[in-house]
């Protein structure tokens, strides 16, 4: 028998998923129908293997991510699935800051039935499941990172940071103990191997890279 805990303010939503989840999981399922990171906890405590459905979006979970996180760490054994319509910025900056998924699965709401089922039955096995387009997302954020690693210096990676939370020249160059000439020369340097032409476009880049979160500066 599996234990589903299921987290979605719209109830066709919810309807949906029971609906998929019982045509492809070989087991009985048992529905809970929560809405708070403690209702999780307890459910967890009762159901320690159990599977968390959640749209991450619903219920003020956005203001959760690191507690759910530490519940998913806490309770290893049980299964996370976030029902997405698209990765939220919060989520995202948690997986650049951890470098990891940290084995939620994430399934994309606006798949194909068929999709959402194979995706389902993936899941019930407790095999991984990431929704391609999320892979996508992700896949890009860790080459923007990468590259940034091999092109730029420490000194230039550091100057990025500051550009990007919104310093001006004059207190990068302050703050360094460095002249205003240098920083102006390792901010050209910056923009040519970025291939950006402004302030913005280095911040965006800055942002994907993981070099600042989207708390430090928002676009």
Known sequence: MM????????????LGIKTIAEQVCPE?????????????????????????????????LLQQVDVIYELKIDYERSTWVMWLEELPEVWLKKILQVKSVNGFNMVQQRNT??????????????????APCVQEVLASYKT??????QI????????????????????????????????????????????VNSVHDATRYAIRAGIITVNDYYI
């Open 3 to 14: 234990h589903i805990a299921i987290l979605e303010e719209k109830e066709l939503v919810r």
């Open 28 to 60: 009985e399922i048992v529905w809970y129908d929560l809405q708070t990171v403690q209702d999780i906890r307890l459910f967890l405590k009762k159901n320690s293997t159990g599977y968390v459905f959640f749209n991450p979006t619903t219920y003020h």
């Open 113 to 130: 039935i068929q999709e959402l089922k194979n995706a389902l039955a993936l899941i019930c096995k407790k095999d991984h499941y990431i």
């Open 144 to 149: 923007t990172a990468f590259k940034v690693d």
């Open 152 to 195: 730029l210096t420490n000194a230039e990676r550091e100057i990025l940071k500051e550009i990007a939370t919104g310093k001006m020249t004059k207190e990068i160059a302050a703050d360094r103990n460095i002249s205003i000439h240098t920083v102006i020369t390792h901010r050209k340097n910056i923009f040519k191997k970025l291939e």
